[in-house]
């Protein structure tokens, strides 16, 4: 069986798709909200991020789904990691919406993908910097599922004084395959969540020694 960190095996699907008004073409949202919000912000930031150099530019009326990994959708800070109580909870937080739009360019599959999500204090809680580690992957899924793309994103998020909870967004400017076949595109899916492993391995990694 094929394993890796970005396993068939590991994900599920969330809400349908809900395409929302918005100004920029192709851009559509899902997830367990109804805001609005993270469709407006990436309509806000233009596509002219993405560079048109050779004329074949052009919005898509489809875009592979975007989905949240299995048991990645929420992710929980704790202060003693090996006494993962409810007392001991410093921060919790979770996905609750994506949003994507594609371009074609220059032979490639151009996508902006939108995630937006919620921190919440725990009893441990207080005021600080989180760096969240987002994962987006591109699969081709079928008998034998393919990662074409795997992207690690580490995002920092800021909580003030006397902010019991924070919403975040991060947009992933451009994931970028090679333009699939027509009789592919349609098993195209983006996974999004939270890499704990990542996380594990920032915090574990050893302290360089004093050089003599």
Known sequence: MRRGPLSHHRFIRIAPFVALAVTAAGCSSSGVGTDASLSQAMASTSTAQIPDTTGSTGNLDRCPNVELRQGAGTYS???????????????????????????????????????????????????????????????????????????????????????????????????????????????????VGFDTMASQDKKTAPKRGRQN
């Open 77 to 191: 800070i704790n202060t003693a990691a090996r006494d993962p109580s409810a007392m001991q909870l410093r921060y919790q937080v979770s996905i609750g919406q994506t949003a994507r739009e594609c371009r074609k360019i220059d032979g490639n599959l151009v996508m902006r993908v939108g995630v937006q999500g919620r921190v919440v204090l725990g009893p441990a809680g207080g005021p600080g910097t989180l760096d969240l580690p987002i994962r987006y992957a591109v699969v081709e899924e079928g008998m034998q599922p393919k990662t074409v793309l795997s992207k690690l994103e580490r995002v920092p998020v800021s909580i003030g004084e006397n902010q019991p909870h924070m919403a975040f967004t991060h947009i992933e400017e451009q994931l970028s395959v090679p333009m699939p076949a027509e009789a592919v595109f349609d098993k195209y899916i983006v996974y």
